[in-house]
């Protein structure tokens, strides 16, 4: 009997996606690029006529070369001083004996529960013209310039430590998945401690190396919040002051970041072919069949031993102290923030909730009140707005991608030819800086004649938050889709077949079987691209506006007003609270994904157990307890 054929749920769900696809690739990814690049060379010279070369001219002619310079030399050196440090601090915790590895390794390991502005702004509490250290350093010696943590040297130190947490993340799995016969091998032939490290460990780990290498150059290149907050003249701040600008201030701003940002766009392009050639050559390294965990190697020499120590524990030093001083002076008093002095009898919580009064002395000599000028991080206004609009915002786009790559990865394992153009155009994001995204997306769309929005100006007013959702989702997904997909590999065809034979029909199926599979791996994915939004700068500095101003917009200007008038006197106090704040929920969100998330079924089963029992051991106490007061 022939089957009748209509439209089906599962084809007209195929024709929805398809339609919402190229609506996704074409609206919000290629169109508003493909303007900015077009802006380029239909801009208008003095004499009023369209001039292709203009741009280019004056490019040549005035100072912008200087910021690509400057971005280089920043790329070029952070690779050498992040390898060198992100190499050493994975070795003395994971390869070299050092006593006190597993705390060296908390420490080290800080960088992933705050970074961005949070972690920068930590740095200039201690290192900037009225940090800590600076006003230590003053003491001491009176002639030193206050100013002196700003420029290159301030953002080269500051983003070193910043950028080791991919070192500790990939290369430290690299480093762990050593064979230790082979370092036993190399061990019995006579080589030394550091020549096996040499020859047998350091060829093992050159495909990891070399794309941490690509990745700290990407970094650099296209650093914002450290050449912002320390003053640095770098490309991703100049486009960001360029997109505010207008003709009315210099010439031509809106063409002059378009140039910027495909200068970005086209160093990211040639690292990421670089990349991808080297790794289709392949590198393999023969091991013995029988793997055996790596073993920690001693230091043999005394000297090398007490120097590697020191280093570690001074690196350790660099890495806790912002830490430290930050929860410790978010739960001080104002005065004691404002002095930089701990004091051990003032602890409070003014910094994260609550009001207090202000008195100050007027011009006039006589004191003034204002209520309120003192508020904690969940009591002022202007803080709590950011941290809900970030919030929200960062939770819509963290989820709006994952289901984007959830419904496009399974039609890429049923479509394997047609699959791979949906992939393609998923992973063009990663082809691209995020500050050319974001100044795309606010230029094409600052305007009330794109038909397929509904010629909606989305960067006006409240719109600018569906645009800035959009940039969020269309930037985390190269990223969701790498892991997402991978997930889906773990499903057994099988299953899916037996379900087909019992009559299900494939979005039942999706939704019986398929779904409870990856959604461990879908769960962490939105974590972690939460984890990342949340504290975001890069993209909502160029998307700021009274309606735009997302937590880390704030956390950077908290403490341009603070005292002005008497209002706002501690933001100093909150920016601490604000970054202890950040390093829980981080810590939070990570331990969900690598400490809960991690666990396969047997270690779940065997930890409810353990608190079952723990639970019982409690009850059976109380019971006790209980019976033998009435008795």
């Excluded at 995020?434 to 397929?452: G, H, K, M, P, Q």
């Excluded at 990856?518 to 993209?539: G, H, K, Q, R, W």
């Excluded at 006197?569 to 981080?586: D, E, H, Q, W, Y």
Aim: aromatic share 14%; glycine share 6%; with cysteine.
């Amino acid at each position: 009997m022939k089957q009748r054929k209509g439209l089906d749920p599962s084809f007209l769900f195929k024709i929805l996606g398809f339609l919402f696809f190229a609506y996704l690739f074409f609206g919000f990814m290629l169109v508003p690029c493909l303007n900015t690049l077009t802006s380029i060379f239909t801009t208008k010279n003095a004499a009023g006529e369209t001039d292709p070369w203009v741009v280019i001219k004056f490019f040549f002619a005035g100072n912008m070369p200087s910021f690509v310079w400057n971005s280089l030399k920043l790329a070029i050196l952070l690779v050498i001083t992040v390898n060198v440090v992100g190499v050493s601090i994975v070795l003395l915790t994971e390869y070299f004996e050092i006593k006190g590895a597993k705390i060296l390794r908390l420490g080290y390991m800080t960088t992933l529960i705050y970074s961005g502005v949070a972690l920068v702004t930590g740095y200039m509490f201690l290192y900037a013209n009225d940090g800590i250290l600076t006003n230590y350093l003053v003491q001491i010696n009176p002639g030193l310039n206050k100013a002196w943590f700003t420029g290159f040297n301030a953002v080269l130190f500051t983003m070193t430590f910043a950028c080791t947490s991919n070192h500790m993340l990939f290369l430290r799995n690299a480093i762990r998945g050593i064979d230790y016969n082979t370092v036993e091998a190399a061990r019995n032939m006579g080589a030394g401690p550091f020549k096996v490290l040499w020859k047998v460990v350091f060829p093992t780990l050159i495909p990891t190396m070399f794309s941490l290498t690509v990745m700290t150059f990407i970094t650099g290149l296209c650093a914002m919040s450290a050449p912002t907050l320390l003053g640095y003249d770098s490309i991703n701040p100049e486009i960001v002051r360029l997109a505010g600008s207008s003709t009315a201030d210099e010439s031509f701003p809106q063409a002059r970041a378009a140039l910027l940002s495909v200068i970005l766009a086209i160093f990211t392009i040639v690292l990421l072919t670089v990349l991808s050639s080297y790794e289709r050559k392949g590198h393999y390294l023969s091991v013995s069949k029988t793997k055996a965990k790596l073993q920690k190697q001693k230091i043999n020499n005394p000297v090398a031993n007490v120097l590697a120590h020191i280093y570690a524990y001074v690196l350790f030093i660099i890495y806790m102290t912002p830490v430290v001083m930050i929860v410790i002076f978010a739960f001080q008093t104002f005065d004691a923030v404002r002095m930089r002095k701990i004091d051990f009898k003032g602890w409070t919580l003014i910094n994260f909730f609550g009001k207090q009064d202000y008195n100050y002395l007027t011009a006039r000599g006589t004191y003034k009140n204002r209520e309120g000028a003192i508020s904690g991080l969940f009591s002022n206004e202007t803080t709590l707005g950011g941290i809900k609009l970030s919030f929200i915002l960062s939770v819509i786009a963290a989820a709006f991608a994952c289901v984007i790559v959830v419904i496009a990865c399974t039609y890429i394992f049923k479509n394997k030819k047609k699959g791979a153009i949906l992939e393609y155009a998923l992973l063009f994001p990663w082809l691209l800086p995020t500050i050319l995204i974001c100044y795309s997306f606010r230029t094409f769309f600052n305007s009330d004649a794109v038909w397929y929005v509904g010629n909606r100006n989305l960067y006006y007013e409240q719109s600018v938050r569906i645009l800035i959702v959009m940039a969020y989702t269309v930037v985390k997904l190269p990223f969701s889709l790498r892991m997402i997909k991978a997930s889906f590999y773990t499903i057994d065809e099988e299953l899916e077949e037996a379900a087909k034979n019992l009559g299900s029909g494939p979005i039942r199926t999706f939704l019986k079987v398929k779904l409870p599979i990856i959604l461990p791996t879908v769960l962490a994915v939105f974590a972690l691209n939460f984890n990342s939004l949340f504290t975001e700068y890069d993209m909502s500095a160029t998307f700021a506006s009274t309606y735009g101003t997302s937590y880390a917009m704030v956390i950077q200007a908290m403490t341009y007003d603070e005292g002005a008038f008497g209002y706002n006197m501690n933001a100093t106090g909150r920016r601490c609270a604000s970054t202890v704040f950040i390093m829980l929920l981080s810590g939070l969100v990570l331990y969900l994904v690598y400490g809960v998330g991690a666990r396969d079924l047997g270690e779940r089963l065997e930890h409810r157990k353990k608190w079952k029992a723990r639970l019982e051991k409690i009850t059976g106490r109380q019971k006790k307890a209980k019976q033998e007061s009435a008795g």
